[in-house]
């Protein structure tokens, strides 16, 4: 009987299918996934508000970035940002079969990673793509205080595996325990908001160091070791095309970031604040 009754059912089912009314009934059920993706990207003013933030921070760094005196504002960052640089070369040469030494940051602003093995075409782009891939991904989470406060989380577990390689570098170990002081702080502000344009400021910074800093190595100071020139030799093509294609990649992955931030974080700023407060609450 087992064998009737499910070919009846399937006779039931085909019916349907194949019925004018039956279809005029089933083809709205699915409409909602189409519409989603037909639909326009909207900017609510939460995240216009977002998008006019970023927009200021990336032309606030670019001043700041090479005025004389008021530059050394941005040291602390720009120290971080080259810690998200060599913890790129490192995590790639781990994940690649190598070996990290330790990982040293330069009071004149440069870094280095000692490293044995690993697969050289990719732990020398590493630097620069991984950096801006991680400001991409705090650029994305930036829209939003609950992904900021997760974002913070994996930034502090990236922190002790970065103290861990440089626990010999006294300005390593204070440039990490400074963001990490930072962002510890700003999670008591009006349930975090702060944090989230924190996030934000540094996503922005490190998504586009790769840009600044290419320029400034290769373009307008000519630098000879870098990266780029490195890779150059190794692989062949000329030190500048490498950095103009790693700063493309860069500016690539923050569009990206942003398209991705609009589409995934509607709420307004008291629908985030309120989500906030049920999720790792700090007051």
């Given at each position: 009987?087992?064998?009737?009754?499910?070919?009846?059912?399937?006779?039931?089912?085909?019916?349907?299918l194949?019925?004018?009314?039956?279809?005029?009934?089933?083809?709205p059920?699915?409409?909602?996934?189409h519409?989603?993706?037909?639909r326009?990207?909207?900017?609510?003013?939460?995240?216009?508000?977002?998008?006019g933030?970023?927009?200021?921070?990336?032309?606030?760094?670019?001043?700041?970035?090479?005025?004389?005196?008021v530059?050394w504002?941005?040291?602390?960052f720009?120290m971080?940002?080259?810690?998200?640089?060599?913890?790129?070369?490192?995590?790639?040469?781990?994940?690649?079969?190598?070996?990290?030494?330790?990982?040293?940051?330069?009071?004149?602003?440069?870094?280095?990673?000692?490293?044995?093995?690993?697969?050289?075409?990719?732990t020398?782009?590493?630097?620069?793509?991984g950096?801006s891939?991680?400001?991409?991904?705090?650029?994305f989470?930036?829209?939003?205080?609950?992904?900021?406060?997760?974002?913070?989380?994996?930034?502090?577990?990236?922190f002790?595996?970065?103290?861990?390689?440089?626990?010999?570098?006294?300005l390593?170990?204070?440039?990490?325990?400074?963001?990490?002081?930072?962002?510890?702080?700003?999670?008591f502000?009006?349930?975090?908001?702060?944090?989230?344009?924190?996030?934000?400021?540094?996503?922005v910074?490190?998504?586009l160091?790769?840009?600044?800093?290419?320029?400034?190595d290769?373009?307008l100071?000519?630098?000879?070791?870098?990266?780029?020139?490195?890779?150059?030799?190794?692989?062949?093509?000329?030190?500048?095309?490498?950095?103009?294609?790693?700063?493309?990649?860069?500016?690539?992955?923050?569009?990206?970031a942003i398209?991705?931030?609009?589409?995934?974080?509607?709420?307004?700023?008291?629908?985030?604040?309120?989500?906030?407060?049920?999720?790792?609450?700090?007051?």
């Amino acid at each position: 009987m087992a064998p009737f009754h499910v070919a009846r059912g399937l006779d039931h089912l085909t019916r349907a299918l194949f019925d004018a009314d039956s279809t005029e009934q089933i083809i709205p059920r699915f409409s909602p996934s189409h519409g989603l993706l037909r639909r326009s990207l909207t900017v609510n003013h939460t995240q216009a508000v977002t998008l006019g933030v970023i927009v200021a921070y990336i032309v606030a760094i670019a001043l700041l970035w090479n005025l004389p005196y008021v530059r050394w504002s941005l040291w602390p960052f720009k120290m971080l940002v080259i810690a998200f640089h060599e913890f790129g070369h490192a995590i790639t040469a781990c994940c690649t079969g190598g070996r990290v030494k330790c990982i040293s940051l330069d009071p004149r602003e440069g870094g280095v990673t000692y490293m044995q093995g690993g697969i050289g075409a990719l732990t020398l782009p590493a630097g620069y793509l991984g950096s801006s891939l991680i400001g991409a991904l705090l650029i994305f989470c930036g829209f939003d205080i609950v992904a900021s406060k997760l974002a913070s989380i994996v930034l502090g577990v990236c922190f002790l595996l970065t103290l861990w390689w440089a626990r010999r570098d006294w300005l390593t170990i204070i440039t990490v325990l400074f963001a990490v002081g930072l962002l510890v702080a700003c999670w008591f502000i009006a349930h975090a908001e702060a944090l989230r344009f924190v996030v934000l400021f540094i996503g922005v910074m490190s998504a586009l160091y790769s840009v600044w800093d290419i320029c400034d190595d290769l373009i307008l100071r000519k630098v000879n070791s870098s990266d780029s020139s490195v890779f150059a030799q190794r692989y062949g093509g000329s030190s500048r095309c490498w950095g103009v294609i790693w700063s493309l990649v860069s500016v690539a992955f923050m569009a990206v970031a942003i398209v991705a931030g609009i589409a995934a974080f509607p709420e307004s700023f008291s629908e985030q604040e309120k989500d906030s407060e049920h999720f790792i609450p700090t007051r």
